[in-house]
T-cell receptor, first 114, second 114 residues
């Protein structure tokens, strides 16, 4: 079984500051890792995903994430945030052994202040 | 435009009155899924479908039914809604069976059961 813990429910940050949203996971098998973003009144959309290979993954809108297998983490970072980055961010994992299950974290609400 | 559509977007109903939330995708995706989103709990999978006429339960299937008679459509049926089914519902699809593909989400349906 898999589980996902997003360590911060809310992250307030000033515009142009860097931000890190933390995600830890637990799994008995290898996993694929995802970050999704949900803007107000919209569905989720993919930011980035890690399947294999390089542990640093770049996504859309200047976001990147680093997979750390020893710490079972997949933290999301952006060096300089914009007001438009205000949204809820979800970390998700899926087992790479097949199957149809994706487990989502509880979400982190990023609030960018002017 | 490639998209997942859901209808209605907002619905207020009363306990016990049967309702259906429709979901349709125009990307010829094999895999479709329904989630509910509740504060502090993230997204929890209700049902999923691997292809036409093939469906299975997710983590929280009680009180819900689904059908997959056509590849593009995956309606969610609440035969006797109860207040604890008040939630935000998302339909999602992905290209292939398996979990390395990202999911494409609909805009959501906010359901209130009085």
């Amino acid at each position: 079984a898999q589980s996902v813990t997003q360590l911060d429910s809310q992250v307030p940050v000033f515009e142009e500051a860097p931000v890190e949203l933390r995600c830890n996971y637990s799994s008995s098998v290898s996993v694929y890792l995802f970050w999704y973003v949900q803007y107000p009144n919209q569905g989720l959309q993919l930011l980035l995903k890690y399947l294999s290979g390089s542990t640093l993954v770049k996504g859309i809108n200047g976001f990147e994430a680093e997979f750390n297998k020893s710490q079972t983490s997949f933290h999301l970072r952006k060096p300089s945030v914009h007001i438009s980055d205000t949204a809820e961010y979800f970390c998700a994992v899926s087992p790479n052994t097949g199957g149809f299950k994706t487990i989502f974290g509880a979400g982190t609400r990023l609030f960018v202040k002017a | 435009e490639a998209q997942v559509t859901q209808n209605p977007r907002y619905l207020i109903t009363v306990t016990g009155k049967k309702l259906t939330v429709t979901c349709s995708q125009n990307m010829n995706h094999e895999y479709m899924s329904w989630y509910r989103q509740d504060p502090g709990l993230g997204l929890r999978q209700i049902y999923y479908s691997m292809n036409v006429e093939v469906t299975d339960k997710g983590d929280v299937p009680e009180g819900y039914k689904v059908s997959r008679k056509e590849k593009r459509n995956f309606p969610l049926i609440l035969e006797s809604p109860s207040p604890n089914q008040t939630s935000l519902y998302f339909c999602a699809s992905s290209p292939r069976i398996g979990t390395s593909d990202a999911q494409y989400f609909g805009p959501g349906t906010r359901l209130t059961v009085l």
